[in-house]
Protein backbone atom coordinates (compact mmCIF):
# COMPACT_ATOMS: atom_id res chain seq x y z
CA UNK A 1 0.00 0.00 0.00
CA UNK A 2 1.53 3.46 -1.12
CA UNK A 3 2.06 5.91 2.10
CA UNK A 4 0.04 9.10 1.78
CA UNK A 5 2.12 12.26 1.18
CA UNK A 6 1.90 14.30 4.28
CA UNK A 7 -0.37 17.01 1.91
CA UNK A 8 -2.81 14.48 1.15
CA UNK A 9 -2.45 13.22 4.45
CA UNK A 10 -3.48 16.50 6.45
CA UNK A 11 -5.79 17.69 4.10
CA UNK A 12 -8.28 19.83 5.59
CA UNK A 13 -11.68 18.02 6.48
CA UNK A 14 -13.59 20.50 7.94
CA UNK A 15 -14.38 24.63 8.01
CA UNK A 16 -12.66 24.54 10.70
CA UNK A 17 -8.78 22.49 9.65
CA UNK A 18 -9.01 25.55 7.02
CA UNK A 19 -6.09 28.60 8.06
CA UNK A 20 -5.70 31.54 6.33
CA UNK A 21 -8.66 31.74 4.03
CA UNK A 22 -11.12 33.32 6.02
CA UNK A 23 -13.49 35.43 3.83
CA UNK A 24 -13.30 32.51 1.65
CA UNK A 25 -14.91 29.88 4.47
CA UNK A 26 -17.36 32.48 5.22
CA UNK A 27 -18.86 32.45 1.64
CA UNK A 28 -18.70 29.00 1.11
CA UNK A 29 -20.95 28.38 4.73
CA UNK A 30 -23.54 30.48 2.36
CA UNK A 31 -23.16 29.14 -0.43
CA UNK A 32 -23.95 25.72 1.41
CA UNK A 33 -27.16 27.11 2.44
CA UNK A 34 -28.91 28.02 -0.53
CA UNK A 35 -31.31 25.79 -2.39
CA UNK A 36 -29.35 22.79 -4.51
CA UNK A 37 -30.83 23.81 -7.77
CA UNK A 38 -28.82 25.37 -10.44
CA UNK A 39 -26.19 26.87 -8.21
CA UNK A 40 -22.58 27.20 -8.60
CA UNK A 41 -19.41 28.59 -6.72
CA UNK A 42 -15.94 29.27 -8.87
CA UNK A 43 -12.99 28.91 -6.76
CA UNK A 44 -10.04 31.02 -8.15
CA UNK A 45 -6.36 31.75 -6.47
CA UNK A 46 -2.86 30.58 -6.96
CA UNK A 47 -1.85 26.79 -7.13
CA UNK A 48 -1.15 25.67 -3.64
CA UNK A 49 -3.70 28.05 -1.93
CA UNK A 50 -6.40 25.33 -1.23
CA UNK A 51 -8.94 25.33 -3.70
CA UNK A 52 -9.74 21.11 -4.06
CA UNK A 53 -9.41 20.70 -0.53
CA UNK A 54 -11.97 23.05 0.13
CA UNK A 55 -13.97 21.66 -2.59
CA UNK A 56 -13.61 18.09 -0.17
CA UNK A 57 -14.39 20.41 2.97
CA UNK A 58 -17.56 21.37 1.35
CA UNK A 59 -18.78 18.02 0.77
CA UNK A 60 -17.87 16.27 3.88
CA UNK A 61 -19.26 19.42 5.67
CA UNK A 62 -22.64 18.73 3.93
CA UNK A 63 -22.32 15.09 4.13
CA UNK A 64 -22.39 14.55 0.57
CA UNK A 65 -20.54 12.53 -2.01
CA UNK A 66 -18.15 14.46 -4.05
CA UNK A 67 -17.73 13.20 -8.13
CA UNK A 68 -14.67 14.90 -9.40
CA UNK A 69 -13.75 15.84 -13.01
CA UNK A 70 -10.35 17.81 -14.29
CA UNK A 71 -11.35 20.05 -16.97
CA UNK A 72 -7.96 19.08 -18.71
CA UNK A 73 -10.18 15.51 -19.79
CA UNK A 74 -13.41 17.37 -21.07
CA UNK A 75 -12.56 19.50 -23.50
CA UNK A 76 -15.15 19.49 -25.81
CA UNK A 77 -18.81 19.16 -26.12
CA UNK A 78 -19.01 15.55 -26.83
CA UNK A 79 -17.02 14.87 -23.62
CA UNK A 80 -19.55 17.53 -20.90
CA UNK A 81 -22.42 15.37 -22.37
CA UNK A 82 -20.96 11.69 -21.94
CA UNK A 83 -19.40 12.11 -18.48
CA UNK A 84 -20.41 15.22 -16.64
CA UNK A 85 -24.07 15.21 -17.60
CA UNK A 86 -24.99 12.12 -16.34
CA UNK A 87 -23.15 13.10 -13.19
CA UNK A 88 -25.71 16.17 -12.74
CA UNK A 89 -28.65 13.98 -13.39
CA UNK A 90 -28.33 10.85 -11.18
CA UNK A 91 -28.91 10.97 -7.71
CA UNK A 92 -26.12 9.42 -5.39
CA UNK A 93 -25.21 6.50 -4.95
CA UNK A 94 -24.65 6.40 -1.52
CA UNK A 95 -28.17 8.00 -1.18
CA UNK A 96 -26.89 11.34 -0.04
CA UNK A 97 -26.15 14.53 -1.35
CA UNK A 98 -23.71 15.24 -4.51
CA UNK A 99 -21.21 17.91 -5.35
CA UNK A 100 -19.59 18.41 -8.41
CA UNK A 101 -16.32 19.19 -8.79
CA UNK A 102 -14.61 20.70 -11.94
CA UNK A 103 -11.44 20.60 -11.04
CA UNK A 104 -8.79 22.98 -12.62
CA UNK A 105 -10.99 24.66 -15.19
CA UNK A 106 -8.21 26.40 -16.83
CA UNK A 107 -7.44 22.90 -18.38
CA UNK A 108 -10.23 23.92 -21.27
CA UNK A 109 -8.54 26.37 -23.79
CA UNK A 110 -10.47 28.80 -26.22
CA UNK A 111 -10.28 26.23 -29.07
CA UNK A 112 -11.93 23.69 -27.67
CA UNK A 113 -15.04 22.32 -29.07
CA UNK A 114 -17.80 23.80 -27.32
CA UNK A 115 -16.37 22.77 -24.07
CA UNK A 116 -16.99 26.32 -21.98
CA UNK A 117 -20.70 26.88 -23.81
CA UNK A 118 -21.44 23.20 -22.72
CA UNK A 119 -20.25 23.63 -19.24
CA UNK A 120 -22.11 26.88 -18.45
CA UNK A 121 -25.04 24.73 -19.60
CA UNK A 122 -24.58 21.76 -17.34
CA UNK A 123 -23.92 24.17 -14.15
CA UNK A 124 -27.69 25.99 -15.28
CA UNK A 125 -29.59 22.75 -15.80
CA UNK A 126 -27.49 20.48 -13.13
CA UNK A 127 -30.08 19.34 -10.50
CA UNK A 128 -26.41 19.90 -7.54
CA UNK A 129 -24.28 22.22 -7.05
CA UNK A 130 -21.15 22.53 -8.81
CA UNK A 131 -17.19 23.32 -7.62
CA UNK A 132 -15.22 24.77 -10.28
CA UNK A 133 -11.62 25.56 -9.24
CA UNK A 134 -9.19 27.85 -11.76
CA UNK A 135 -6.22 29.51 -11.15
CA UNK A 136 -6.94 32.81 -13.17
CA UNK A 137 -10.59 32.98 -13.32
CA UNK A 138 -10.11 36.83 -15.47
CA UNK A 139 -8.77 35.03 -18.34
CA UNK A 140 -11.34 36.69 -21.18
CA UNK A 141 -12.32 32.92 -21.99
CA UNK A 142 -14.22 32.87 -19.04
CA UNK A 143 -16.22 35.95 -19.58
CA UNK A 144 -19.83 34.02 -19.97
CA UNK A 145 -18.40 31.87 -17.52
CA UNK A 146 -18.32 34.41 -14.81
CA UNK A 147 -21.52 35.58 -15.49
CA UNK A 148 -22.68 32.04 -13.90
CA UNK A 149 -21.17 31.51 -11.13
CA UNK A 150 -20.25 33.09 -7.65
CA UNK A 151 -16.55 33.96 -7.43
CA UNK A 152 -14.42 33.36 -4.28
CA UNK A 153 -10.86 33.98 -4.63
CA UNK A 154 -8.70 32.44 -2.39
CA UNK A 155 -5.32 34.23 -1.46
CA UNK A 156 -1.56 33.70 -0.82
CA UNK A 157 -1.25 32.11 2.35
CA UNK A 158 1.08 34.41 4.62
CA UNK A 159 4.76 32.67 5.39
CA UNK A 160 3.53 32.67 9.41
CA UNK A 161 0.30 30.71 8.77
CA UNK A 162 2.20 28.60 6.91
CA UNK A 163 5.04 27.80 9.74
CA UNK A 164 2.68 27.01 12.06
CA UNK A 165 0.60 24.09 10.06
CA UNK A 166 4.27 22.74 9.20
CA UNK A 167 4.80 22.91 13.03
CA UNK A 168 1.71 21.44 13.98
CA UNK A 169 2.61 18.50 11.55
CA UNK A 170 5.69 17.94 12.76
CA UNK A 171 4.26 17.60 15.80
CA UNK A 172 1.56 15.06 14.97
CA UNK A 173 4.59 12.88 13.01
CA UNK A 174 7.06 13.23 16.06
CA UNK A 175 9.70 14.78 14.33
CA UNK A 176 11.52 18.13 15.07
CA UNK A 177 13.24 20.98 12.86
CA UNK A 178 14.92 23.70 13.81
CA UNK A 179 12.68 26.93 13.58
CA UNK A 180 15.00 28.43 11.26
CA UNK A 181 14.67 25.83 8.29
CA UNK A 182 10.83 26.08 8.98
CA UNK A 183 10.74 29.39 8.05
CA UNK A 184 13.09 29.26 5.08
CA UNK A 185 10.98 26.74 3.57
CA UNK A 186 7.68 28.69 4.21
CA UNK A 187 8.94 31.72 2.90
CA UNK A 188 10.02 30.13 -0.22
CA UNK A 189 6.86 28.55 -0.66
CA UNK A 190 5.42 32.25 -1.67
CA UNK A 191 2.25 31.39 -0.02
CA UNK A 192 1.94 27.68 -1.96
CA UNK A 193 0.93 25.67 1.38
CA UNK A 194 1.37 22.11 -0.44
CA UNK A 195 4.64 23.19 -2.06
CA UNK A 196 5.70 23.62 1.60
CA UNK A 197 4.16 20.52 3.25
CA UNK A 198 5.70 18.76 0.91
CA UNK A 199 9.60 20.33 1.29
CA UNK A 200 8.78 19.88 4.89
CA UNK A 201 8.29 15.97 4.68
CA UNK A 202 11.43 15.86 2.37
CA UNK A 203 13.47 17.75 4.68
CA UNK A 204 12.05 15.46 7.69
CA UNK A 205 12.96 12.17 6.04
CA UNK A 206 17.00 13.57 5.79
CA UNK A 207 19.77 13.42 8.18
CA UNK A 208 20.69 16.54 8.32
CA UNK A 209 17.08 18.64 7.35
CA UNK A 210 19.14 21.72 7.00
CA UNK A 211 20.75 19.91 4.00
CA UNK A 212 17.60 20.77 1.87
CA UNK A 213 18.12 22.67 -1.40
CA UNK A 214 14.70 24.86 -1.38
CA UNK A 215 14.83 26.74 -4.72
CA UNK A 216 11.95 29.75 -4.51
CA UNK A 217 8.87 28.94 -6.38
CA UNK A 218 8.71 30.71 -9.16
CA UNK A 219 5.61 33.07 -9.28
CA UNK A 220 6.14 35.02 -12.16
CA UNK A 221 2.82 36.97 -13.68
CA UNK A 222 1.95 38.78 -16.18
CA UNK A 223 0.90 42.90 -16.35
CA UNK A 224 -2.41 41.48 -16.91
CA UNK A 225 -2.76 39.43 -13.78
CA UNK A 226 -0.95 42.17 -11.69
CA UNK A 227 -3.66 45.04 -12.79
CA UNK A 228 -6.32 42.52 -11.67
CA UNK A 229 -4.66 42.20 -8.30
CA UNK A 230 -4.47 45.73 -7.86
CA UNK A 231 -7.63 47.32 -9.62
CA UNK A 232 -9.95 44.53 -8.44
CA UNK A 233 -8.90 43.01 -4.85
CA UNK A 234 -8.67 44.53 -1.27
CA UNK A 235 -4.90 46.33 -0.76
CA UNK A 236 -2.87 44.00 1.41
CA UNK A 237 0.97 43.46 1.81
CA UNK A 238 1.37 40.57 -0.49
CA UNK A 239 0.82 43.73 -3.06
CA UNK A 240 4.16 45.37 -1.79
CA UNK A 241 6.34 42.80 -3.50
CA UNK A 242 3.71 42.20 -6.39
CA UNK A 243 6.12 43.80 -9.12
CA UNK A 244 8.89 41.38 -8.01
CA UNK A 245 6.99 38.84 -9.87
CA UNK A 246 6.24 40.69 -12.92
CA UNK A 247 8.81 40.82 -16.19
CA UNK A 248 8.91 44.03 -16.88
CA UNK A 249 10.73 47.40 -16.01
CA UNK A 250 8.67 49.79 -13.05
CA UNK A 251 8.65 52.95 -15.45
CA UNK A 252 6.72 50.31 -18.09
CA UNK A 253 4.30 48.86 -15.36
CA UNK A 254 3.88 52.75 -14.26
CA UNK A 255 2.42 53.44 -17.62
CA UNK A 256 0.11 50.40 -17.83
CA UNK A 257 -1.86 51.59 -14.32
CA UNK A 258 -1.53 54.84 -15.39
CA UNK A 259 -3.37 53.95 -18.58
CA UNK A 260 -5.91 51.65 -16.90
CA UNK A 261 -6.61 53.50 -14.04
CA UNK A 262 -9.88 54.96 -15.70
CA UNK A 263 -11.16 51.81 -16.73
CA UNK A 264 -11.73 50.75 -13.20
CA UNK A 265 -12.34 53.45 -11.02
CA UNK A 266 -14.64 56.89 -10.86
CA UNK A 267 -15.73 59.50 -9.01
CA UNK A 268 -13.48 60.19 -5.81
CA UNK A 269 -11.78 56.74 -6.26
CA UNK A 270 -10.34 58.10 -9.42
CA UNK A 271 -9.18 61.18 -8.08
CA UNK A 272 -7.66 59.14 -4.91
CA UNK A 273 -5.84 56.92 -7.17
CA UNK A 274 -4.50 59.59 -9.56
CA UNK A 275 -3.39 61.16 -5.89
CA UNK A 276 -1.32 57.94 -5.17
CA UNK A 277 -0.20 57.87 -8.85
CA UNK A 278 1.06 61.64 -8.51
CA UNK A 279 2.93 60.71 -5.25
CA UNK A 280 4.87 57.95 -7.06
CA UNK A 281 6.57 60.35 -10.16
CA UNK A 282 7.54 62.50 -6.84
CA UNK A 283 9.46 59.68 -5.79
CA UNK A 284 10.54 58.59 -9.40
CA UNK A 285 12.20 62.31 -9.57
CA UNK A 286 14.06 61.92 -6.48
CA UNK A 287 15.89 58.56 -7.49
CA UNK A 288 16.41 60.15 -11.00
CA UNK A 289 18.05 63.45 -9.54
CA UNK A 290 19.51 62.45 -6.31
CA UNK A 291 20.14 58.90 -7.03
CA UNK A 292 18.15 57.76 -4.11
CA UNK A 293 17.56 54.76 -4.92
CA UNK A 294 16.34 53.56 -1.13
CA UNK A 295 12.91 55.30 -2.56
CA UNK A 296 12.23 52.56 -5.14
CA UNK A 297 10.20 51.08 -1.71
CA UNK A 298 7.29 53.76 -1.68
CA UNK A 299 7.34 54.01 -5.59
CA UNK A 300 6.66 50.63 -5.82
CA UNK A 301 4.23 50.96 -2.24
CA UNK A 302 1.99 53.79 -3.96
CA UNK A 303 1.72 52.34 -6.95
CA UNK A 304 0.73 48.88 -5.79
CA UNK A 305 -1.24 48.68 -2.69
CA UNK A 306 -1.86 52.81 -2.61
CA UNK A 307 -3.84 52.61 -5.79
CA UNK A 308 -5.42 49.19 -4.53
CA UNK A 309 -6.57 51.29 -1.59
CA UNK A 310 -8.06 53.35 -3.58
CA UNK A 311 -11.56 51.99 -4.27
CA UNK A 312 -14.05 51.11 -1.61
CA UNK A 313 -14.89 47.80 -1.95
CA UNK A 314 -13.53 45.09 -4.07
CA UNK A 315 -14.83 45.07 -7.99
CA UNK A 316 -16.28 41.99 -9.74
CA UNK A 317 -16.40 41.25 -13.71
CA UNK A 318 -13.81 41.32 -16.46
CA UNK A 319 -11.96 44.08 -17.38
CA UNK A 320 -10.44 44.54 -20.65
CA UNK A 321 -7.11 46.59 -19.85
CA UNK A 322 -5.47 48.17 -23.00
CA UNK A 323 -1.72 49.08 -23.36
CA UNK A 324 -0.70 52.05 -23.12
CA UNK A 325 -0.70 54.79 -25.59
CA UNK A 326 2.30 56.55 -24.01
CA UNK A 327 4.60 53.41 -24.36
CA UNK A 328 4.51 54.21 -28.46
CA UNK A 329 4.76 57.58 -27.60
CA UNK A 330 8.26 57.25 -25.94
CA UNK A 331 9.48 55.08 -28.03
CA UNK A 332 8.60 57.37 -31.06
CA UNK A 333 10.38 59.71 -29.16
CA UNK A 334 13.48 57.39 -28.48
CA UNK A 335 14.16 57.15 -31.65
CA UNK A 336 14.13 60.48 -32.58
CA UNK A 337 16.22 61.40 -29.92
CA UNK A 338 18.48 58.52 -31.05
CA UNK A 339 18.85 59.98 -34.27
CA UNK A 340 19.09 63.19 -33.73
CA UNK A 341 22.37 61.79 -31.22
CA UNK A 342 23.76 59.90 -34.38
CA UNK A 343 23.72 62.54 -36.72
CA UNK A 344 25.28 65.26 -33.98
CA UNK A 345 28.02 62.19 -33.23
CA UNK A 346 28.60 62.12 -37.50
CA UNK A 347 28.81 66.26 -37.66
CA UNK A 348 31.09 66.63 -34.44
CA UNK A 349 33.58 63.94 -35.69
CA UNK A 350 33.81 66.08 -39.24
CA UNK A 351 33.90 69.43 -37.79
CA UNK A 352 36.19 68.38 -34.98
CA UNK A 353 34.20 69.66 -32.10
CA UNK A 354 32.41 67.92 -28.85
CA UNK A 355 29.16 65.66 -29.15
CA UNK A 356 27.41 67.73 -26.33
CA UNK A 357 28.62 71.22 -28.22
CA UNK A 358 26.82 69.65 -31.13
CA UNK A 359 24.15 68.76 -29.43
CA UNK A 360 23.71 72.10 -27.78
CA UNK A 361 23.90 73.98 -31.40
CA UNK A 362 22.34 71.65 -32.92
CA UNK A 363 19.07 74.29 -33.59
CA UNK A 364 21.22 76.41 -35.75
CA UNK A 365 23.29 73.13 -37.57
CA UNK A 366 20.09 71.54 -38.91
CA UNK A 367 19.61 74.11 -41.01
CA UNK A 368 22.31 73.54 -43.34
CA UNK A 369 22.05 70.07 -42.24
CA UNK A 370 19.36 70.01 -44.39
CA UNK A 371 21.59 70.58 -47.63
CA UNK A 372 21.83 67.29 -49.29
CA UNK A 373 25.46 67.65 -50.14
CA UNK A 374 25.88 67.91 -46.43
CA UNK A 375 24.03 65.01 -45.78
CA UNK A 376 26.36 62.56 -48.41
CA UNK A 377 29.17 64.42 -46.87
CA UNK A 378 28.81 63.10 -43.81
CA UNK A 379 27.37 59.69 -44.35
CA UNK A 380 23.58 60.20 -43.28
CA UNK A 381 21.41 57.36 -43.41
CA UNK A 382 17.88 57.65 -45.08
CA UNK A 383 16.49 57.63 -41.52
CA UNK A 384 18.73 60.34 -40.59
CA UNK A 385 17.74 62.50 -43.17
CA UNK A 386 14.10 61.57 -42.85
CA UNK A 387 14.43 62.78 -39.52
CA UNK A 388 16.09 66.29 -40.36
CA UNK A 389 12.95 66.55 -43.31
CA UNK A 390 10.51 66.65 -40.24
CA UNK A 391 12.14 68.77 -37.80
CA UNK A 392 12.68 71.48 -40.59
CA UNK A 393 8.61 71.17 -41.48
Known sequence: MTTPTWAEKYRPKYFTDIRGQGLAV???????????????????????TGKTSL????????????????????????????????????????????????????????????????????????????????????????????????????????????????????????KFIEGDILTNIAIKSRGDLRAAINDLQIAANMPNPSDIIIDERNKEIDIFSAMRLIFKGKPNNALLKLFDSVNMPIEEILLWIEENIPAEYSG?????????????????????????????IYETAFLSYGIA??????????????KPTRILKMWLNNQRIARKKTI????????????????????????????????????????????LSKENN
Not at 26 to 48: D, T
Not at 271 to 294: C, E, N, P, T
Not at 346 to 372: D, M, N, S, W
Open 26 to 48: EKLRSFLKKPSQGKAIALHGPPG
Open 55 to 174: AYVVANESHAEIFELNASDLRDREKLNEILKPATEQRSLTNKGKVILVDEVDGISEVDRGGLDELISLIESSSYPMIITANDIWDKKFSELRKTVELVQLKEIDYKTIKEIMTEILRKEK
Open 344 to 387: ARKYAKFVHVGEKRALREFPTIKLFLIKPEVQKELGLSEEEVEY
Open 268 to 296: KELAKAYDMLSKVDIFKRRIYRQQYWRFL
Open 309 to 322: SAKKTEKLGFTSYK
